[in-house]
């Protein structure tokens, strides 16, 4: 049951077909679970313990959000502590080289920081677990000495012995147990245990008077989600989390809009271990859909759905010009829509499109660039849009049904010009797609359609009405059915497989939103996210446009280097208010910011998405994260577009909303031709400044912008074409 579990044909009489497959099968690997530098594998009784405690993380959240309800408190802080426990040891503090000994001697420095951790942390669980077993709690009113010498000094010195360790302890081979992390697991069920066992007395003393345990609980609480969170997310959301904390202590020394009277450390970092904060809206989505659809995920990948997926793609256009990157920008909105994180895709699909790019002509740097800007874009793709549909839903109160409608044209629009931006580069160069002998046969694959099933199924759920946990449940069972029309038959081995690796899957994204959920707690509390608003009000001077501008800007901000999931949840926090409060729509306003976190994945100089596709291509990563900006420039447009033109998201009768997509669309291929040199031929730099200017003339989606963006762009083909010359247009000034 470990995460090696083989990829094999469930029975002997699925040989031949198995052969058959492997014949088409281009794709072949592409599924495979991704192991990164930091990421331990176990194997043998370890693999087996692990497997199922990841089984178990699954299933539990499968089982309460389809059978059996839990109190809300209980289940979050139930998903969060399982989710770091797993965390830390799954996931080391450093990465393992590749080459090492192994050092099976605990050194003296270990023992030194180890055997006090160990013990304050246990006596710490002892405790908590000793007054759950008598009901002598630490009631709201109880003497601040109460089990302070017993689980608030121990738990928080523990904790902060434990992480130094794991920090200094010498990296061992990647299939055994490191003891500091068993100690940093221990420490995050002690801390969910005591959270749980109080939550009663917290929801009320929290935000007035807490216990002093309440607060050395929750600082440990934090520390833990902040050092996972460095380890599968980098320092970037660490750093600005770091900074919102010091914002609510320094406040009160601040200037204008950020000042504030400051608070007690009590009440701070209990106020921020509630539902007001880490355990509000953003773990609300990763205790729900977004485990949901990483286990949805995980059904596809099991059942070598996505596979096909790719597959389909390299039938259908692997043979046009320039094929790879047409199917990189097909294969990796599939996948991206639905696995969550823009650079986990570009890793997945971009192992298999990067080189088949380099092989048909296109530069290193080109091809990771083209991959990281489709791999991003599958996050604005519905029905799923890696889970930022569902976290709009919540944060808006909007109908999820709306908002993946609303996001149909603006998706197109964006693949559209990516897909243009290819084509045109594939011109230039001269290029040709892959032999047709290389690649799967169209008419064998087509045949199999029926593996879509799964998302159509998805799809007509959520649209017949059923809620979106109720409808994921049924695109997994459809997953699992549809895989016994092939030769990789999801028995209950495979089900359990798939229950394990969407526990590691979902393992980055429990500990971002925990991480965003202190940022939007300190907003919550220190209420700089009105006064921010106010501030954004006054600057722009009551201009929408302006405002929006500051928007962009933020939300890019804000957005580099974390994931998608965080990056939207603060951004939506801090900007959202004021652009609503200038009379813009909110779900426009959340589109807008919404697109833009998105995007921050490709955006110099911390483009996370283009970094990871650098190091397949090995290219030079600022400048594939120019290029990748470049390719996917369309984004950067299309929120100004829907901002003008509100039928591009669906909000008018259905021919405004057709004229809105088609002159959209029109201006996004002006713009491709622009940035590409090619319209119909080479066009030089004033002609491509030109038809820039005719695209960007598009954006306000009027009769009269239309016109001049289709008057400009006839008027570049008369030139090109040599039909209009500045001999007759002089002669026609006579």
């Given at each position: 049951m470990s995460s090696q579990a083989p990829q094999e044909a469930t029975t002997a009489d699925s040989g031949n077909d198995l052969e058959d497959f492997e014949k088409d099968n281009i794709a072949s690997g592409v599924d495979a679970e991704v192991v990164v530098s930091n990421q331990r594998v176990f194997t043998g009784k370890h693999g087996l313990v692990f497997a199922t405690a990841c089984i178990l993380f699954t299933a539990f959240h499968i089982g309460v959000m389809n059978l059996y309800p839990l109190e809300t408190w209980v289940y979050r802080l139930t998903h969060v502590a399982s989710g770091l426990a797993l965390g830390f040891i799954f996931f080391s503090a450093r990465a393992?080289?590749?080459?090492?000994?192994?050092?099976?001697?605990?050194?003296?420095?270990e023992w030194l920081l180890l055997l006090p951790a160990a013990v304050l942390i246990f006596t710490a669980l002892g405790q908590i677990v000793f007054a759950i077993a008598t009901g002598d709690l630490v009631q709201t009113g109880a003497p601040k000495e109460k089990m302070l010498m017993t689980f608030g000094y121990p738990i928080i010195i523990g904790t902060t012995l434990a992480v130094l360790a794991s920090w200094t302890s010498p990296l061992r081979t990647r299939g055994r147990v490191a003891l500091p992390d068993v100690l940093l697991a221990v420490a995050a069920i002690t801390v969910g245990v005591y959270i749980i066992s109080h939550a009663d007395f917290l929801r009320i003393r929290a935000q007035v008077f807490p216990h002093v345990n309440d607060m050395y609980a929750s600082i440990a609480g934090i520390l833990l989600i902040l050092e996972?969170?460095?380890?599968?997310?980098?320092?970037s959301l660490v750093i600005i989390v770091g900074i919102f904390i010091a914002y609510g202590f320094v406040g009160p020394w601040l200037p204008g809009v950020l000042e504030h009277r400051g608070y007690a450390p009590e009440r701070f970092f209990a106020f921020i271990y509630t539902d007001n904060g880490i355990l509000g809206p953003t773990t609300a989505i990763s205790s729900t859909y977004i485990v949901l659809f990483i286990t949805f995920a995980a059904f596809l990948q099991a059942s070598r759905v996505g596979e096909y997926f790719v597959n389909f793609a390299f039938a259908a256009a692997g043979g046009a010009r320039g094929g790879p990157a047409k199917v990189a920008v097909f294969s990796s909105a599939l996948m991206g829509t639905i696995n969550g994180t823009s650079a986990g895709n570009v890793v997945s699909t971009g192992s298999l499109t990067i080189p088949l790019m380099k092989k048909v002509g296109y530069r290193p740097q080109t091809s990771a660039s083209i991959e990281a800007a489709a791999s991003s874009g599958g996050q604005i793709l519905p029905p799923i849009m890696g889970a930022g549909a569902f976290i709009m839903a919540e944060i808006t109160g909007i109908p999820y049904t709306d908002i993946v409608i609303a996001a149909i044209i603006p998706a197109a629009l964006y693949f559209l010009s990516v897909y243009f931006m290819v084509d045109k580069e594939a011109l230039k160069k001269g290029m040709r797609g892959l032999p047709r002998n290389e690649l799967p046969e169209f008419s064998k694959l087509a045949r199999q359609a029926f593996l879509f099933i799964p998302i159509v199924t998805l799809m007509v759920a959520l649209f017949l009405g059923y809620s979106v946990i109720r409808a994921g449940t049924l695109a997994m069972m459809a997953a699992a059915v549809v895989s016994w029309l092939t030769p990789f038959r999801m028995g209950p081995k495979k089900i359990l497989y798939a229950f394990e690796i969407a526990a590691r899957m979902s393992l980055q994204l429990v500990a971002v939103c925990a991480a965003a959920g202190v940022i939007v707690g300190v907003i919550a509390l220190t209420g700089i996210g009105t006064r921010f608003s106010s501030m954004l009000l006054g600057l722009a001077g009551h201009s929408q446009l302006i405002a929006l501008f500051f928007a962009m800007c933020v939300s890019i901000i804000l957005g580099m280097g974390m994931p998608t999931t965080a990056a939207y949840a603060v951004a939506a926090s801090v900007i959202a208010p004021g652009l609503i409060g200038l009379g813009i729509d909110p779900l426009t306003a959340h589109f807008f910011i919404f697109y833009y976190a998105v995007m921050s994945a490709i955006t110099p100089p911390v483009a996370l998405a283009a970094y990871a596709g650098a190091a397949i291509a090995q290219s030079d990563p600022m400048k594939t994260s120019v290029e990748s900006f470049k390719i996917g420039l369309a984004a950067f447009v299309v929120p100004f577009m829907f901002f003008y033109s509100a039928p591009l998201l669906m909000q008018g009768a259905w021919h405004q909303n057709l004229h809105a997509f088609v002159t959209a669309a029109f201006g996004i291929y002006l713009l491709s031709s622009g940035i590409q040199g090619w319209f119909f031929g080479i066009v030089g730099t004033v002609l491509r400044s030109v038809l820039i200017v005719a695209a960007l003339s598009m954006i306000a989606g009027g009769l009269v912008s239309d016109g001049i963006g289709l008057i400009v762009a006839t008027a570049v083909f008369l030139i090109?074409?040599?039909?209009?010359?500045?001999?007759?247009?002089?002669?026609?000034?006579?």
């Open positions: 393992f080289p590749s080459e090492f000994g192994d050092k099976k001697s605990v050194t003296p420095l996972l969170t460095r380890r599968l997310a980098g320092l090109q074409r040599k039909l209009v010359t500045p001999k007759n247009v002089a002669r026609g000034l006579d």
